[in-house]
């Protein structure tokens, strides 16, 4: 098994700009989510799903969009870059809500 | 809402050092209480997981416990190796979601 993957590892971003970040899972797990990790804040969850087709918000969503088209696949994407999304970003999985979650490797995100 | 908090921030042990780390966690009913590992420029690596006060768990040097306010991550003769940044999360029984804490950053030197 794979685990769960992330692409790219890194990304550079002009303001304004969009992108998708990849996260994969081969677990057949049911719940994935995204987190971003900045110095002094912590790992904060964005968005999660429970499901195929079931996506909710978590802490932090402003400017950030998902979609779970399948149990395996969970994107994120920026809609219009901002320097304040300059981050590291982990996508994690877990068989159920409330079960231990496994993280990629993340993705390091420069917005200029 | 969820509280979770890790101290001390950062320790420096001498190899064969033992000592502990704390997590202090506010919820209103647990569900599960995990300890991840995340060393430089990687994802969280799952250690532990706790569930009900009393529980215990131990993996090579590293022993988790559980109480009803608190959980203690303790490394035994710690080496250079366990040099890593050690983060507790906790799950309610009403969230969806992994609450962190700030971690604990530990060096131990040879």
């Known amino acids: 098994n794979a685990g769960v993957t992330q692409t790219p590892k890194f990304q550079v971003l002009k303001t304004g700009q969009s992108m998708t970040l990849q996260c994969a899972q081969d677990?057949?797990?049911?719940?994935m989510s995204w987190y971003r990790q900045d110095p002094g804040m912590g790992l904060r969850l964005i968005h999660y799903s429970v499901g195929a087709g079931i996506t909710d918000q978590g802490e932090v969503p402003n400017g950030y969009n998902v979609s779970r088209s399948t149990t395996e696949d969970f994107p994120l994407r920026l809609l219009s870059a901002a320097p304040s999304q300059t981050s590291v970003y982990f996508c994690a999985s877990g068989r159920d809500r409330g079960r231990e979650q496994y993280f990629g490797p993340g993705t390091r995100l420069t917005v200029t | 809402e969820d509280q979770v908090t890790q101290s001390p921030e950062a320790l420096r042990l001498q190899e064969g050092e033992s000592s502990s780390l704390n997590c202090s966690y506010t919820?209103?009913?647990?569900?599960?209480l995990f300890w991840y590992r995340q060393d430089p420029g990687k994802g969280p690596e799952f250690l532990f997981t706790l569930y009900s006060a009393g529980e215990e768990k131990e993996k090579e040097r590293l022993k988790a416990t559980l109480t009803k306010k608190e959980s203690f991550l303790h490394i035994t003769a710690p080496k250079p190796e366990d040099s890593a940044t050690y983060l507790c999360?906790?799950?309610?029984?009403?969230?969806?979601?992994?609450?962190f804490g700030g971690g604990t950053r530990l060096m131990v030197k040879p």
């Open positions: 999360a906790v799950w309610d029984n009403a969230g969806n979601m992994l609450t």
């Open positions: 919820v209103s009913g647990l569900r599960g």
């Open positions: 677990m057949n797990h049911e719940y």
